[in-house]
């Protein structure tokens, strides 16, 4: 049972980052505009300061902490978070970009988001460890 529990929390992980490539995609494809594709790279950018800086003590990230590497860890991840949006608001000003197409690229934003909190709430368990 308890192995089925731990093999249902990973698919959600895979349904939910499925789910925001997809609405990524469709913001694209359905109003013939490639160019929301530029917030993928904030996508790309948003989890590497987890991943490079927090190791393996995402518990400090929730907490206030001394440590410099922590609040680095904080500063990248809200930066590329706030690009994460002005991306496609920038775009939706200058025209580039419709309603549609924004919104989207935000709700893909927030899905991937939520995948992202969900990896680092599963991986607090020992199971889900990689080193």
């Avoid at 190791?55 to 410099?68: C, I, K, N, Q, T």
């Avoid at 809200?78 to 709700?107: E, Q, T």
Wanted: with cysteine.
């Amino acid at each position: 049972m308890r192995a089925c529990l731990h093999s249902g929390k990973l698919a959600f992980l895979a349904i939910l980052v499925s789910g925001g490539i997809v609405l990524q995609i469709l913001a694209c494809a359905l109003y013939d505009n490639w160019w929301p594709m530029l917030s993928l790279i904030m996508y790309v950018l948003l989890p590497m300061p987890l991943l490079f800086f927090a190791g393996s003590d995402s518990s400090a990230l929730f907490s206030e902490s001394d440590s410099g590497w922590v609040n680095a860890t904080k500063f990248l991840t809200g930066a590329s978070a706030v690009g994460s949006i002005a991306i496609p608001a920038i775009l939706k000003h200058a025209g580039v970009i419709g309603w549609g197409a924004l919104v989207l690229d935000l709700s893909s934003f927030f899905v991937i988001v939520l995948a992202i909190m969900c990896y680092i709430r599963t991986s607090d368990n020992e199971e889900y460890r990689i080193l």
